[in-house]
């Protein structure tokens, strides 16, 4: 990692913290994730061949992802050369990163749910977490829309801020355009039904193979996080992490969740309905407090909020402990 790189990052954590997406920009310009999903749509109208063998489609997926990879690896190449040659260019390209982090865009989001509950109670609160999650709202108490938005910011937390940052700062923009291009791609054809199941194979495989450490990272700094207001607390989310994680369907989701379930003591996951199929999963730290309430969501709330700056900590020390060893080596005889 180089000390501009981490520079980068930082500034884009920062800015995105404290601007996000606004809405006026992205009503008028396409947001690069959009962008992303026209021509995964196009590939898939191309590729994924409804007549075609289940060998042939998974094939045509297989190409899909590639083409997809290398269209914005190549563009996150050519901005990282063009940037970097400029005044201020890493300055640039940290304005770049923050487009595709999304802390505080995730914050809000999930905020307002919390707020739809206090205003207008389980009406307001079921129209407002329909847009964050899959499941059925209409079957949720105030204790499932609690709980649906609290594992929506727990499993975002390490899709939409650690896995990013962790592959910009290894990759600069090629990593960081390429792991959104194909987190994207699996959030649209990486579902397990007859018309994706071949064809969105390899976005799926290739999505939990890119998010197998940001995800365990993510449980680690949410215990981070928690240590600075209780010991206790970190203690029980590095827990429940190690012994709950493999209770979830993905590989990766479960670790942040079980993380935010064990650092505030509530149950996640169980038993919950997608479109009218009712999902019967065990619950992610059985112990915890089921029976949950908005107070509940505010508290989860904190403890992102918490986490996205102990995670901004973290490239802070390594900026330092680079430009530490480059300066040692300078004046090193």
């Known amino acids: 990692m180089f000390p501009e790189t981490l520079a980068a990052l930082l500034l884009a954590l920062i800015v995105d913290a404290l601007v996000g997406d606004p809405d006026p920009v992205w009503r008028r310009l396409p947001h690069p994730v959009v962008l992303f999903g ?26 899909a992802v590639l083409v997809l990879l290398c269209v914005a ?15 201020f260019g890493d300055f640039a390209i940290g304005l770049l990163a923050s487009i595709l982090i999304a802390q505080r865009g995730l914050y ?24 964050v999650v899959g499941r059925d709202p209409d079957r949720l108490n105030e204790s499932g829309i609690v709980r649906a938005a609290t594992e929506s910011l727990a499993e975002n937390f390490s899709d939409a801020v650690v896995a990013p940052a962790f592959w910009f700062a290894i990759f600069g923009l090629p990593g960081l355009l390429a792991y959104k291009a194909l987190n994207t791609a699996d959030s649209m054809i990486g579902h397990r039904n007859a018309r994706y199941s071949e064809f969105g194979w390899a976005a799926a495989r290739l999505d939990d193979t890119a998010n197998l450490v940001p995800a365990r990272l993510s449980a680690l700094v949410i215990a981070g996080a928690a240590l ?6 970190a203690k029980k989310a590095l827990r429940t992490a190690l012994r709950d994680a493999r209770k979830h369907r993905s590989p990766n989701a479960g670790w942040p969740e ?67 060893l480059g300066a040692t080596v300078l004046i090193a005889p």
């Open 38 to 63: 026209h021509l995964i749509d196009v590939l898939d109208r191309k590729l994924n061949l409804e007549d075609a063998a289940d060998g042939r489609r998974r094939g045509g997926g297989v190409l």
């Open 73 to 87: 690896a190549g563009i996150g190449i050519a901005l990282q050369m063009g940037l970097s040659r400029l005044p």
């Open 108 to 131: 809000e989001h999930v905020a307002i749910v919390r707020d739809a509950l206090l205003a207008d109670g389980l009406k307001g609160g079921r129209e407002a977490v329909a847009k």
């Open 228 to 233: 600075l207001a209780d010991r206790a607390a």
């Open 258 to 324: 079980a993380a935010f379930a064990g650092a505030l003591d509530i149950a996640l996951a169980g038993p919950r309905v997608y479109a009218g199929v009712v999902i019967d999963d065990d619950f992610v730290n059985d112990s915890g407090k089921k029976e949950l309430a908005d107070g509940d969501l505010n508290r989860a709330l904190g403890l992102f909020a918490a986490a996205s700056v102990f995670h901004a900590g973290i490239y802070a020390v390594l900026m330092i402990g680079a430009l530490a």
